[in-house]
């Protein structure tokens, strides 16, 4: 069974059975204490939960809902997002193609649960779903083709938006714009895909209130996966348990004429082929 590793109450659960009738079995009973419960230690330690991982059925455990999960990764030393990494984004804002990765930093008090609240503050935030890769043994000057090596697995992240202060000034605040409590849900769970041929070419959608605003393919990426974690690593150490937001598709509210931006009620539903869905609600 491939490795899943998910967080409930604060400590590391190993996640069996399907997206939509899970189990969830604790790392470090089932291991006999061999493994960790903290969910942040499991990624230094990632190929010994592959292999125990293995041996679970879909029988082992106990049920366990979407609303009853934490972060799988809640306090990740580095924070990292791509800005304008899909091509169908960039047209829709009209923006070139980067030559590089446009790189800046969301705060750890941002993260948010794969059920959480999201806080509204004005009335200009948006929705923006995307892949979010999650280190593993880390490391420098990464090779692209040895950057699978260096990745535990993907998640399903937002990156939430706040406009108003993203372009309160020259240049603009995408830090803090998109930093605000709780504007970086992360979930449902960490899914190891180093066995999966389609990683670098999922479906990843975003529904508000059940409409669809965001469909594409990953592979839609300017920069694939390998690429943003040897163009990182060439720059400062990655470390077990860092998050890479890898940018969003087109379709986010702001793009839209006039904006379709969240209000309170507004159900976000984003999910990704392979991994699973995250489900949030706006207040």
Not at 11 to 34: K, P, Y
Not at 114 to 126: A, E, I, K, M, S
Request: a negative charge; one cysteine or more.
């Amino acid at each position: 069974m491939s490795l899943k590793l998910a967080s409930v109450q604060g400590r590391a659960q190993f996640v069996v059975g399907t997206s939509d009738n899970f189990r969830v079995v604790d790392v470090e009973t089932s291991s006999n204490g061999i493994l960790p419960s903290d969910p942040m230690a499991c990624f230094n330690v990632w190929d010994a939960l592959a292999l125990h991982a293995q041996s679970l059925t879909t029988t082992d455990g106990v049920s366990c809902s979407l609303e009853q999960l934490d972060s799988p990764i809640p306090r990740p030393r580095q924070l990292f997002a791509i800005g304008l990494n899909y091509k169908l984004h960039a047209k829709e804002m009209n923006s070139p193609l980067p030559s590089t990765p446009l790189t800046f930093a969301k705060f750890q008090s941002s993260i948010n649960t794969p059920c959480g609240d999201v806080h509204l503050v004005g009335d200009t935030c948006d929705y923006e779903s995307e892949l979010v890769i999650v280190i593993g043994s880390g490391g420098q000057n990464i090779g692209k083709q040895s950057a699978w090596q260096h990745i535990a697995g993907i998640a399903v992240g937002q990156d939430l938006s706040d406009r108003t202060l993203q372009y309160s000034g020259v240049p603009p605040q995408f830090s803090l714009g998109k930093s605000r409590t709780g504007f970086s849900p992360i979930g449902p769970w960490v899914a190891d895909m180093r066995d999966n041929a389609s990683r670098d070419n999922l479906r990843l959608t975003c529904s508000i209130n059940g409409e669809t605003r965001q469909d594409t393919m990953t592979n839609d990426m300017i920069f694939d996966i390998s690429e943003i974690v040897s163009y990182l690593s060439g720059i400062c150490q990655l470390f077990p348990g860092d998050a890479i937001f890898t940018g969003t598709t087109s379709g986010v509210g702001h793009g839209h004429k006039p904006p379709l931006y969240l209000r309170s009620g507004d159900i976000i539903e984003t999910t990704l082929e392979g991994v699973g869905t995250i489900r949030n609600h706006c207040v």
